[in-house]
């Protein structure tokens, strides 16, 4: 059984930095793909960023060039490190694990999710 569970939100003034963990466990690594997705009150669940065993990442256009997606494949631990939050990023973040689909950010590929942590960007 896949689990995930999140950690490191929080709340930040626009301009500061984030980084959540996901610590992972009973998942075949070189078989997984992992990633962050979002949620705004009233909006949809989005994807955020993901990587696969390989390293290959995937970023949302909003997020590219502030968002950092890594993994330490030591601790089957995910990280995402936000810097320059800005109050668009508020959300309930997500992580997920599932399959090559997550590399399109698509909720399609995720079989597994974590429970949640909280980002407040205030401005």
């Known amino acids: 059984q896949v689990q995930l569970v999140e950690s490191g939100g929080g709340s930040v003034q626009a301009g500061g930095s984030l980084r959540l963990s996901c610590a992972a466990s009973g998942y075949t690594y070189s078989n997984y793909y992992l990633g962050w997705f979002r949620q705004a009150p009233g909006k949809e669940r989005e994807g955020v960023a993901a990587?696969?065993?390989?390293?290959?990442?995937a970023y949302a256009g909003s997020v590219k060039g502030r968002f950092t997606i890594s993994q330490d494949n030591a601790k089957n631990v995910l990280y995402l490190q936000m810097n320059s939050l800005e109050p668009e990023d508020t959300a309930m973040y997500y992580c997920?694990?599932?399959?090559?689909?997550?590399?399109?950010?698509?909720?399609?590929?995720?079989?597994?999710w974590g429970q949640g942590t909280q980002v407040t960007v205030s401005s």
């Open positions: 997920a694990a599932g399959s090559d689909l997550l590399l399109q950010l698509d909720t399609r590929g995720v079989n597994y």
């Open positions: 990587i696969d065993y390989l390293g290959i990442t």
